[in-house]
């Protein structure tokens, strides 16, 4: 087990339940049983305070390049700061930043965005798109396209963006894309296709689903989203 491997393990025995683990032989943070995670929602406030420049006090993004995270899972959030911090690529933004932070700080912050409210409206109004765009971007998010092998994106994400409705075990740190930016969500699923930053399980599921998508369908894509909140 490499250095990476064991900082994630210390992290996992935190909060991971008996019979869940890490995918150690990809590496990967294992995303499918993610267990409980314990925190307090008033000592994350205040340990969240630096990241509020860019994910905003209420959580929800200023900038278009940054993503919003109020109402995102805790075992989600929880996760990403841990592969922050124990992150060996050394080329995100966030990993100096959490790299002071302490497992315990990790969890606080996670519960509390996860504590503050979904739908609360973003500061930011979306660029302008052809109709074109946008049909196409709700075409492969409701129901894909199975003759280019892609699949939509409403099976994970909820038809309107907000997660599974009646998440099961396995599915409670499927993120919610409602509210998020197209700028980010381009990138995010760009890096996915390159293969880019694949650390989790979940990760590697979504390099398998965008494999298929040109660079205009995941734009398509991350335009339908953003307007998911009405924006």
């Known amino acids: 087990m490499n250095a990476r491997s064991f900082l994630l393990a210390v992290a996992a025995a935190a909060v991971l339940p008996s019979g ?22 008033a000592a994350g406030k205040e340990k969240a305070q630096v990241c509020n420049n860019c994910h905003g006090a209420d959580g929800k993004a200023p900038v278009a390049m940054f993503p919003s995270v109020a109402g995102l899972p805790d075992q989600y959030l929880y996760w990403k700061l841990v592969e922050f ?4 690529r050394g080329d995100s933004i966030m990993t100096p930043l959490v790299a002071n932070n302490t497992i315990e700080d990790l969890r606080d912050i996670a519960v509390f965005y996860a504590s503050l409210p979904l739908v609360a409206p973003s500061p930011l109004t979306p660029e302008p798109v052809d109709a ?31 997660g599974p ?41 979504m390099q398998g689903v965008v494999r298929n998508m040109t660079a205009e369908d995941i734009d398509a894509v991350a335009a339908y989203v953003e307007r998911l909140d009405g924006r």
């Not at 409602?178 to 980010?184: F, I, S, V």
């Not at 969500?185 to 760009?190: E, K, S």
Request: hydrophobic share 35%.
């Open 132 to 162: 074109a765009v946008l049909d196409r971007g709700r075409s492969l998010y409701l129901h894909g396209d199975p003759a280019q092998g892609v699949p939509p994106c409403q099976g994970c994400h909820g038809v309107e963006g907000k």
């Open 165 to 205: 409705t009646n998440a099961q075990p396995f599915q409670m740190a499927w993120p919610a894309l409602y509210g998020q930016q197209a700028t980010y969500m381009t990138t995010r699923l760009n890096n996915f296709r390159t293969g880019y930053a694949i650390d989790t399980t979940m990760d590697k599921i």
């Open 20 to 41: 869940a683990a890490l995918a150690a032989k990809l590496d990967l943070i294992e995303f499918r049983y993610p267990g409980p995670v314990e925190g307090s929602v």
């Open 85 to 88: 911090k124990h992150s060996l």
